[in-house]
């Protein structure tokens, strides 16, 4: 069950951040500010609070999407001609993603445990159902704009 969960969600994040970096970069940057505001109402953060929210989580989102970046260049790449890799470079090139997964979950502990202590522990949960809930309605409002055509 825990296996199937762990696939579900890594497929969605090979889908959302596929969709994200085939887009053009004003596209990008308005999702951005969107979440931006969408987190800002959601926290209902003090002037205190954002002064010290932001700049953690922007670092914490530019280390992330690094990662993702390296990602994409060093594996995901090579996988477009996943019937020529041989077993010895599948299995380098899953070590490589494991490794990429394993400082991915570093980094969030860590983004966790200093924003605990920048905000609220209630507020910090608040952020994540936040990012949950802005990439479920983006999600949303893509598959509307497919259905509708537009």
Not at 12 to 38: E, H, M
Not at 111 to 124: G, H, L, N, R, V
Not at 130 to 138: C, I, P, Q, T, V
Request: aromatic fraction near 8%; avoid cysteine; charge should be positive.
């Amino acid at each position: 069950m825990n296996t199937n969960n762990s696939i579900r969600i890594l497929i969605l994040f090979l889908l959302t951040t596929t969709f994200f970096y085939g887009q053009n970069r004003p596209i990008r940057d308005k999702i951005k500010t969107l979440k931006v505001a969408f987190i800002t109402e959601r926290l209902s953060l003090t002037s205190e609070e954002a002064q010290v929210f932001w700049p953690i989580y922007n670092e914490h989102e530019d280390k992330i999407e690094a990662i993702k970046r390296k990602e994409r260049r060093e594996i995901r790449a090579k996988l477009m001609n996943f019937d020529e890799l041989s077993e010895k470079q599948a299995d380098a090139l899953l070590n490589d993603l494991i490794a990429l997964e394993n400082e991915k979950h570093q980094l969030n502990v860590n983004f966790m445990e200093k924003m605990s202590k920048a905000i609220t522990s209630k507020k910090t949960f608040l952020l994540i159902k936040a990012e949950e809930d802005f990439k479920k309605r983006l999600l949303k409002e893509m598959r509307d704009r497919r259905r509708s055509g537009g």
